[in-house]
Protein backbone atom coordinates (compact mmCIF):
# COMPACT_ATOMS: atom_id res chain seq x y z
CA UNK A 1 0.00 0.00 0.00
CA UNK A 2 1.34 3.27 -0.30
CA UNK A 3 1.09 6.09 2.55
CA UNK A 4 -1.93 8.07 1.00
CA UNK A 5 -4.30 5.01 0.87
CA UNK A 6 -6.74 5.08 3.44
CA UNK A 7 -5.15 3.72 6.58
CA UNK A 8 -8.53 3.32 8.37
CA UNK A 9 -8.84 -0.04 6.36
CA UNK A 10 -6.12 -1.25 8.39
CA UNK A 11 -7.70 -1.28 11.39
CA UNK A 12 -8.94 -5.06 11.12
CA UNK A 13 -5.88 -6.14 9.76
CA UNK A 14 -3.66 -4.25 12.70
CA UNK A 15 -5.33 -5.72 15.12
CA UNK A 16 -5.11 -9.72 13.63
CA UNK A 17 -1.19 -8.39 13.93
CA UNK A 18 -1.72 -9.20 10.14
CA UNK A 19 0.09 -6.32 9.14
CA UNK A 20 3.82 -6.70 7.37
CA UNK A 21 6.43 -4.95 9.78
CA UNK A 22 6.88 -1.92 7.94
CA UNK A 23 3.01 -1.16 7.48
CA UNK A 24 2.57 -1.90 10.93
CA UNK A 25 5.20 0.73 11.83
CA UNK A 26 3.60 3.28 9.55
CA UNK A 27 0.03 2.58 10.80
CA UNK A 28 0.93 3.61 14.54
CA UNK A 29 2.07 6.54 13.15
CA UNK A 30 -1.08 7.12 12.08
CA UNK A 31 -2.77 5.72 14.91
CA UNK A 32 -1.00 8.39 17.54
CA UNK A 33 -2.73 11.18 15.72
CA UNK A 34 -6.11 9.20 14.94
CA UNK A 35 -8.54 9.25 18.11
CA UNK A 36 -11.16 7.55 16.32
CA UNK A 37 -8.60 5.10 15.24
CA UNK A 38 -7.70 4.21 18.25
CA UNK A 39 -10.95 3.96 19.23
CA UNK A 40 -11.59 1.06 17.00
CA UNK A 41 -8.33 -0.62 17.80
CA UNK A 42 -9.76 -0.90 21.56
CA UNK A 43 -13.08 -2.17 20.11
CA UNK A 44 -11.39 -4.55 17.69
CA UNK A 45 -8.88 -5.67 20.32
CA UNK A 46 -11.76 -7.10 22.54
CA UNK A 47 -12.54 -9.54 19.63
CA UNK A 48 -9.23 -10.93 18.49
CA UNK A 49 -8.76 -10.91 22.97
CA UNK A 50 -11.76 -13.64 22.72
CA UNK A 51 -10.40 -15.67 19.41
CA UNK A 52 -7.02 -16.12 21.73
CA UNK A 53 -9.34 -17.12 24.73
CA UNK A 54 -10.38 -19.84 22.45
CA UNK A 55 -7.69 -22.01 22.74
CA UNK A 56 -5.93 -23.82 25.59
CA UNK A 57 -3.17 -26.59 25.92
CA UNK A 58 -1.31 -27.74 28.52
CA UNK A 59 2.08 -26.30 29.35
CA UNK A 60 4.44 -29.51 30.48
CA UNK A 61 5.33 -29.35 33.97
CA UNK A 62 8.95 -29.15 33.43
CA UNK A 63 7.91 -25.84 31.84
CA UNK A 64 7.22 -24.42 34.76
CA UNK A 65 9.63 -25.62 36.61
CA UNK A 66 12.17 -24.00 33.58
CA UNK A 67 10.45 -20.68 33.40
CA UNK A 68 10.41 -20.48 37.51
CA UNK A 69 13.86 -20.84 36.96
CA UNK A 70 14.69 -18.54 34.10
CA UNK A 71 12.98 -15.60 36.16
CA UNK A 72 15.00 -15.95 39.51
CA UNK A 73 18.12 -15.20 37.36
CA UNK A 74 16.02 -12.65 34.87
CA UNK A 75 16.16 -8.81 35.96
CA UNK A 76 13.17 -6.84 35.23
CA UNK A 77 13.02 -3.47 33.40
CA UNK A 78 12.24 -0.63 35.35
CA UNK A 79 10.65 2.09 34.23
CA UNK A 80 11.64 5.73 35.84
CA UNK A 81 8.30 7.00 37.70
CA UNK A 82 9.77 9.23 40.54
CA UNK A 83 12.75 11.09 38.69
CA UNK A 84 15.45 11.51 41.04
CA UNK A 85 16.89 14.91 42.17
CA UNK A 86 20.15 15.51 41.41
CA UNK A 87 21.18 14.16 38.73
CA UNK A 88 24.78 13.49 37.75
CA UNK A 89 26.06 16.80 34.94
CA UNK A 90 25.71 14.48 32.17
CA UNK A 91 22.48 13.54 33.10
CA UNK A 92 21.26 16.87 33.62
CA UNK A 93 22.70 18.20 30.27
CA UNK A 94 20.97 15.35 28.32
CA UNK A 95 17.29 15.91 30.07
CA UNK A 96 18.23 19.85 28.92
CA UNK A 97 18.64 18.59 25.11
CA UNK A 98 15.86 16.28 25.64
CA UNK A 99 13.81 18.85 26.79
CA UNK A 100 14.48 20.76 24.23
CA UNK A 101 13.69 18.30 21.64
CA UNK A 102 10.41 17.78 23.03
CA UNK A 103 9.43 21.76 22.97
CA UNK A 104 10.72 21.02 19.05
CA UNK A 105 8.80 18.05 18.61
CA UNK A 106 5.45 18.90 20.89
CA UNK A 107 4.58 21.16 17.50
CA UNK A 108 4.00 18.34 15.27
CA UNK A 109 2.13 14.93 14.71
CA UNK A 110 3.63 12.23 16.58
CA UNK A 111 4.85 14.11 19.59
CA UNK A 112 1.60 16.37 19.70
CA UNK A 113 -0.47 13.35 19.78
CA UNK A 114 1.75 11.21 22.39
CA UNK A 115 0.85 13.93 24.62
CA UNK A 116 -2.63 13.78 24.04
CA UNK A 117 -2.35 10.53 24.86
CA UNK A 118 -0.71 11.14 27.82
CA UNK A 119 -3.10 12.88 29.19
CA UNK A 120 -6.33 10.86 27.49
CA UNK A 121 -4.65 7.75 28.54
CA UNK A 122 -7.13 6.69 31.07
CA UNK A 123 -10.02 6.59 28.86
CA UNK A 124 -9.80 4.65 25.12
CA UNK A 125 -6.40 3.75 24.74
CA UNK A 126 -5.42 -0.20 24.35
CA UNK A 127 -2.61 -1.83 25.29
CA UNK A 128 -0.46 -1.96 22.37
CA UNK A 129 -1.49 1.89 21.39
CA UNK A 130 -0.13 2.72 24.76
CA UNK A 131 2.69 0.89 24.83
CA UNK A 132 3.91 2.81 22.34
CA UNK A 133 3.38 5.63 23.65
CA UNK A 134 5.00 4.63 26.77
CA UNK A 135 8.24 3.05 24.92
CA UNK A 136 8.66 6.88 23.72
CA UNK A 137 8.33 8.17 27.26
CA UNK A 138 10.78 5.39 28.64
CA UNK A 139 13.11 6.07 26.13
CA UNK A 140 13.60 9.48 26.58
CA UNK A 141 13.46 9.23 29.94
CA UNK A 142 16.11 6.07 30.36
CA UNK A 143 19.21 7.03 32.40
CA UNK A 144 21.34 5.70 29.74
CA UNK A 145 19.53 7.56 26.89
CA UNK A 146 21.96 9.57 24.40
CA UNK A 147 20.57 11.63 21.77
CA UNK A 148 22.27 12.18 18.76
CA UNK A 149 21.26 14.35 15.82
CA UNK A 150 22.32 15.29 12.54
CA UNK A 151 21.88 18.40 10.22
CA UNK A 152 20.70 17.03 7.17
CA UNK A 153 21.85 19.12 3.75
CA UNK A 154 18.51 20.77 3.42
CA UNK A 155 18.66 22.29 6.94
CA UNK A 156 16.18 19.57 8.57
CA UNK A 157 17.01 17.95 11.71
CA UNK A 158 17.48 14.17 12.63
CA UNK A 159 17.80 13.03 15.87
CA UNK A 160 18.36 9.33 17.60
CA UNK A 161 17.37 8.84 21.26
CA UNK A 162 18.56 5.34 22.21
CA UNK A 163 18.78 3.53 25.62
CA UNK A 164 20.74 0.25 25.29
CA UNK A 165 19.53 -0.57 28.68
CA UNK A 166 16.32 -0.80 27.20
CA UNK A 167 17.58 -2.10 24.00
CA UNK A 168 15.44 0.90 22.28
CA UNK A 169 15.76 3.83 20.21
CA UNK A 170 13.28 6.50 19.18
CA UNK A 171 13.97 8.46 15.49
CA UNK A 172 13.07 12.25 16.10
CA UNK A 173 13.19 14.51 13.23
CA UNK A 174 11.98 18.19 12.12
CA UNK A 175 11.07 19.83 9.00
CA UNK A 176 11.61 16.89 6.57
CA UNK A 177 11.38 17.93 3.30
CA UNK A 178 8.22 16.41 1.64
CA UNK A 179 8.32 14.00 -1.10
CA UNK A 180 6.84 12.96 -4.48
CA UNK A 181 3.55 11.57 -4.17
CA UNK A 182 5.06 7.74 -5.00
CA UNK A 183 7.82 8.05 -2.24
CA UNK A 184 8.43 7.66 1.64
CA UNK A 185 11.05 7.96 4.02
CA UNK A 186 12.38 4.94 5.10
CA UNK A 187 14.42 4.19 8.05
CA UNK A 188 17.24 1.99 8.51
CA UNK A 189 19.37 -0.15 10.55
CA UNK A 190 23.21 -0.09 10.30
CA UNK A 191 24.87 -3.44 12.14
CA UNK A 192 27.97 -3.48 13.36
CA UNK A 193 28.95 -5.63 11.01
CA UNK A 194 28.37 -3.65 8.13
CA UNK A 195 24.59 -5.07 6.77
CA UNK A 196 21.62 -2.69 6.28
CA UNK A 197 17.87 -3.89 7.46
CA UNK A 198 14.86 -1.93 7.18
CA UNK A 199 13.37 0.07 10.38
CA UNK A 200 10.05 1.07 9.22
CA UNK A 201 8.78 3.84 7.04
CA UNK A 202 7.85 6.98 7.76
CA UNK A 203 5.42 9.28 5.43
CA UNK A 204 6.48 10.95 2.71
CA UNK A 205 4.76 14.18 3.88
CA UNK A 206 7.94 15.26 5.81
CA UNK A 207 7.40 17.43 8.71
CA UNK A 208 8.09 16.53 12.39
CA UNK A 209 7.94 12.76 12.93
CA UNK A 210 8.86 10.78 16.14
CA UNK A 211 8.86 6.87 16.25
CA UNK A 212 9.90 4.50 18.22
CA UNK A 213 11.72 1.74 16.34
CA UNK A 214 10.51 -1.68 16.96
CA UNK A 215 13.70 -4.16 16.94
CA UNK A 216 16.39 -4.59 19.50
CA UNK A 217 19.24 -2.53 19.24
CA UNK A 218 21.87 -5.01 19.73
CA UNK A 219 23.81 -5.54 17.09
CA UNK A 220 23.13 -1.36 15.68
CA UNK A 221 25.67 1.08 15.60
CA UNK A 222 23.58 3.24 13.07
CA UNK A 223 20.48 4.79 11.61
CA UNK A 224 20.45 5.68 8.25
CA UNK A 225 17.16 7.48 6.08
CA UNK A 226 16.83 7.39 2.64
CA UNK A 227 13.84 8.23 0.27
CA UNK A 228 12.24 5.49 -1.31
CA UNK A 229 9.63 4.37 -3.71
CA UNK A 230 5.95 3.68 -1.61
CA UNK A 231 5.90 0.86 -0.03
CA UNK A 232 9.55 0.57 0.68
CA UNK A 233 12.53 -1.12 -0.25
CA UNK A 234 14.18 -4.29 0.96
CA UNK A 235 17.68 -2.73 0.37
CA UNK A 236 18.19 1.35 -0.17
CA UNK A 237 17.95 2.15 -3.84
CA UNK A 238 18.91 5.63 -3.13
CA UNK A 239 22.14 7.45 -1.06
CA UNK A 240 21.34 7.89 2.45
CA UNK A 241 19.79 11.58 3.57
CA UNK A 242 21.56 11.03 6.90
CA UNK A 243 23.31 8.47 9.36
CA UNK A 244 22.88 9.33 12.78
CA UNK A 245 25.26 7.08 14.82
CA UNK A 246 24.12 5.50 18.04
CA UNK A 247 26.67 5.59 21.09
CA UNK A 248 27.67 2.05 21.72
CA UNK B 1 -17.29 3.71 21.95
CA UNK B 2 -15.63 5.79 25.01
CA UNK B 3 -17.62 3.20 27.20
CA UNK B 4 -16.08 0.42 25.23
CA UNK B 5 -12.27 1.88 25.10
CA UNK B 6 -12.38 2.56 29.31
CA UNK B 7 -11.75 -1.11 30.18
CA UNK B 8 -9.90 -1.95 27.02
CA UNK B 9 -9.23 -5.90 26.88
CA UNK B 10 -11.36 -6.87 29.44
CA UNK B 11 -14.82 -4.60 29.53
CA UNK B 12 -16.49 -8.17 29.04
CA UNK B 13 -16.32 -9.69 31.93
CA UNK B 14 -14.17 -7.93 34.26
CA UNK B 15 -14.60 -10.67 37.40
CA UNK B 16 -12.76 -10.74 40.74
CA UNK B 17 -11.17 -13.25 39.43
CA UNK B 18 -9.82 -11.09 36.73
CA UNK B 19 -8.89 -8.44 38.95
CA UNK B 20 -7.19 -10.58 41.19
CA UNK B 21 -4.73 -11.47 38.32
CA UNK B 22 -4.45 -8.09 37.22
CA UNK B 23 -3.27 -7.36 40.97
CA UNK B 24 -0.65 -10.56 40.81
CA UNK B 25 0.95 -9.27 37.72
CA UNK B 26 0.74 -6.00 39.08
CA UNK B 27 3.33 -7.52 42.09
CA UNK B 28 4.80 -9.31 39.94
CA UNK B 29 6.07 -6.36 38.16
CA UNK B 30 7.56 -5.29 41.84
CA UNK B 31 9.55 -8.18 41.88
CA UNK B 32 7.75 -10.54 43.89
CA UNK B 33 8.27 -14.26 42.56
CA UNK B 34 5.07 -15.71 44.33
CA UNK B 35 2.64 -13.50 42.35
CA UNK B 36 4.30 -14.22 39.30
CA UNK B 37 4.03 -18.08 39.62
CA UNK B 38 0.33 -17.16 39.98
CA UNK B 39 0.55 -15.76 37.04
CA UNK B 40 1.93 -18.12 34.93
CA UNK B 41 -0.43 -20.65 36.92
CA UNK B 42 -3.76 -18.60 35.93
CA UNK B 43 -2.05 -18.02 31.96
CA UNK B 44 0.00 -20.67 31.10
CA UNK B 45 -2.98 -22.34 29.39
CA UNK B 46 -4.63 -20.34 27.10
CA UNK B 47 -1.15 -18.74 26.08
CA UNK B 48 0.15 -21.87 25.16
CA UNK B 49 -3.10 -22.98 23.63
CA UNK B 50 -3.12 -19.57 21.36
CA UNK B 51 0.71 -20.22 20.66
CA UNK B 52 0.50 -24.08 19.72
CA UNK B 53 -2.67 -23.29 17.69
CA UNK B 54 -0.18 -20.55 15.51
CA UNK B 55 2.99 -22.56 15.57
CA UNK B 56 0.94 -26.22 14.95
CA UNK B 57 4.32 -27.43 16.36
CA UNK B 58 4.27 -28.97 20.58
CA UNK B 59 7.49 -28.39 20.86
CA UNK B 60 8.23 -24.87 19.17
CA UNK B 61 4.88 -23.68 21.14
CA UNK B 62 6.34 -24.63 24.17
CA UNK B 63 9.88 -22.99 23.63
CA UNK B 64 8.38 -19.70 22.26
CA UNK B 65 5.57 -19.96 25.54
CA UNK B 66 8.81 -20.21 27.61
CA UNK B 67 10.20 -16.84 26.26
CA UNK B 68 6.62 -15.14 26.76
CA UNK B 69 6.85 -15.77 29.99
CA UNK B 70 9.93 -14.77 30.60
CA UNK B 71 9.06 -11.81 28.90
CA UNK B 72 6.34 -10.81 30.92
CA UNK B 73 8.59 -11.28 34.19
CA UNK B 74 11.12 -9.01 32.70
CA UNK B 75 8.45 -6.31 31.07
CA UNK B 76 6.03 -6.62 33.77
CA UNK B 77 6.07 -2.98 34.62
CA UNK B 78 4.85 -1.83 31.75
CA UNK B 79 1.38 -3.14 32.21
CA UNK B 80 -1.13 -0.92 33.49
CA UNK B 81 -4.04 -2.08 35.40
CA UNK B 82 -6.36 0.94 34.17
CA UNK B 83 -5.83 0.01 30.20
CA UNK B 84 -7.10 -3.43 30.70
CA UNK B 85 -7.07 -7.04 31.83
CA UNK B 86 -3.62 -9.02 32.65
CA UNK B 87 -5.10 -11.66 30.42
CA UNK B 88 -5.54 -9.48 27.59
CA UNK B 89 -1.79 -7.57 27.98
CA UNK B 90 -0.52 -11.14 28.28
CA UNK B 91 -2.30 -13.20 25.44
CA UNK B 92 -1.80 -9.90 22.83
CA UNK B 93 2.02 -10.45 23.62
CA UNK B 94 2.03 -14.09 23.62
CA UNK B 95 -0.34 -13.62 19.68
CA UNK B 96 2.59 -11.09 18.22
CA UNK B 97 5.41 -13.45 19.40
CA UNK B 98 4.10 -16.47 17.77
CA UNK B 99 3.23 -14.74 14.74
CA UNK B 100 6.78 -13.37 14.89
CA UNK B 101 8.08 -16.91 15.30
CA UNK B 102 5.80 -18.16 12.59
CA UNK B 103 6.85 -15.55 10.22
CA UNK B 104 10.49 -15.93 11.04
CA UNK B 105 10.43 -19.67 10.71
CA UNK B 106 8.40 -20.54 7.68
CA UNK B 107 9.72 -20.27 4.59
CA UNK B 108 6.60 -18.16 2.63
CA UNK B 109 6.15 -20.80 -0.41
CA UNK B 110 5.85 -23.67 2.30
CA UNK B 111 3.22 -21.75 4.09
CA UNK B 112 1.28 -20.68 0.75
CA UNK B 113 1.39 -24.31 0.09
CA UNK B 114 0.03 -25.61 3.17
CA UNK B 115 -2.25 -22.62 3.39
CA UNK B 116 -4.26 -23.26 0.30
CA UNK B 117 -5.19 -26.43 2.18
CA UNK B 118 -6.75 -24.21 5.20
CA UNK B 119 -8.45 -22.42 2.21
CA UNK B 120 -11.09 -24.93 1.69
CA UNK B 121 -12.32 -24.37 5.26
CA UNK B 122 -10.16 -26.56 7.02
CA UNK B 123 -9.46 -23.65 9.26
CA UNK B 124 -12.63 -23.73 10.80
CA UNK B 125 -13.34 -27.35 11.19
CA UNK B 126 -9.95 -27.11 13.51
CA UNK B 127 -11.97 -24.72 15.21
CA UNK B 128 -14.67 -27.13 15.73
CA UNK B 129 -12.51 -29.29 16.83
CA UNK B 130 -11.12 -27.24 19.90
CA UNK B 131 -12.09 -29.48 22.81
CA UNK B 132 -15.17 -26.82 24.30
CA UNK B 133 -14.24 -26.86 28.19
CA UNK B 134 -15.35 -23.27 28.50
CA UNK B 135 -19.13 -21.80 27.84
CA UNK B 136 -16.98 -18.64 26.14
CA UNK B 137 -15.25 -20.98 23.69
CA UNK B 138 -18.53 -22.26 22.22
CA UNK B 139 -19.69 -18.82 22.08
CA UNK B 140 -16.83 -17.80 19.89
CA UNK B 141 -16.81 -20.65 17.75
CA UNK B 142 -20.87 -20.40 16.70
CA UNK B 143 -19.85 -16.51 16.67
CA UNK B 144 -17.18 -17.52 13.84
CA UNK B 145 -19.43 -20.18 12.05
CA UNK B 146 -21.85 -17.72 11.79
CA UNK B 147 -19.81 -15.05 9.44
CA UNK B 148 -19.68 -15.60 5.71
CA UNK B 149 -16.99 -17.63 4.71
CA UNK B 150 -15.81 -14.46 2.45
CA UNK B 151 -14.79 -12.66 5.96
CA UNK B 152 -14.59 -16.23 8.41
CA UNK B 153 -11.41 -17.42 6.25
CA UNK B 154 -9.25 -14.46 6.10
CA UNK B 155 -9.70 -13.91 10.27
CA UNK B 156 -9.01 -17.36 10.83
CA UNK B 157 -5.64 -17.88 8.57
CA UNK B 158 -4.43 -14.09 9.78
CA UNK B 159 -5.32 -15.07 13.40
CA UNK B 160 -4.60 -18.40 13.86
CA UNK B 161 -1.86 -18.73 10.89
CA UNK B 162 0.13 -15.56 11.20
CA UNK B 163 -0.40 -14.80 7.98
CA UNK B 164 -0.41 -11.50 7.06
CA UNK B 165 -3.16 -9.40 4.54
CA UNK B 166 -1.02 -9.92 1.51
CA UNK B 167 -0.50 -13.99 2.59
CA UNK B 168 -3.76 -13.96 2.77
CA UNK B 169 -4.81 -11.95 -0.23
CA UNK B 170 -2.06 -14.59 -2.67
CA UNK B 171 -3.77 -17.90 -0.77
CA UNK B 172 -7.24 -16.65 -1.60
CA UNK B 173 -6.74 -15.06 -4.45
CA UNK B 174 -8.60 -12.21 -3.85
CA UNK B 175 -6.84 -8.17 -3.86
CA UNK B 176 -5.46 -7.18 -1.00
CA UNK B 177 -7.23 -3.68 -0.19
CA UNK B 178 -10.55 -6.43 -0.21
CA UNK B 179 -8.54 -8.52 2.34
CA UNK B 180 -8.55 -5.38 4.36
CA UNK B 181 -11.22 -4.04 4.20
CA UNK B 182 -12.93 -8.03 4.93
CA UNK B 183 -10.96 -8.33 7.97
CA UNK B 184 -12.19 -5.17 9.42
CA UNK B 185 -15.65 -5.74 8.93
CA UNK B 186 -15.45 -9.51 10.06
CA UNK B 187 -14.06 -8.80 13.16
CA UNK B 188 -16.87 -5.91 13.34
CA UNK B 189 -19.62 -8.26 12.65
CA UNK B 190 -17.77 -10.80 15.33
CA UNK B 191 -18.36 -8.37 17.95
CA UNK B 192 -21.89 -8.10 17.44
CA UNK B 193 -22.55 -11.24 17.39
CA UNK B 194 -20.25 -12.01 20.55
CA UNK B 195 -22.17 -8.87 22.19
CA UNK B 196 -25.73 -10.23 21.53
CA UNK B 197 -25.65 -13.08 23.74
Known amino acids: MTADEDPHQLVGAYVLHALPAAEEVSFENHLAGCAACRAEVAELSEVTLRLASAEEADPSPELRRRVLDRIAHTRQERLPRDRPHGLPVRQRALRLALAACLVLAATFGGLAAWQHIQADEARTETTRTQAQAS ?12 ISTQKLRDGSEIS ?4 RAQDRCAFIASDLPRLGDDQVYELWYAAKTGGLRPAGLLPGSGGGQARVLRDSLDDVSAVGITAEPAGGSRQPTSEPLGIVTVPA | MSKTGQDGHGSRRHSSAEAWLDARLKRAAEGDHDAFADVYDALARPVKGLICRVLRDEAQAEEVTQDVMVEIWRTADRYRPELGTARGWVLTLAH ?16 ERHSALLAEDRPFDEVAETVERHEDHHRVRSCLAALERHQRVPLVLAYYQGMTYLEVAACLATPAGTVKSRMRSGLRLLRRCLEAR
Not at chain 1, 160 to 163: F, I, L, R
Not at chain 2, 96 to 111: F, G, I, K, L, N
Open chain 1, 135 to 146: ALTDILTARDAT
Open chain 2, 96 to 111: RRAVDRVRYVQASAAR
Open chain 1, 160 to 163: VVAS
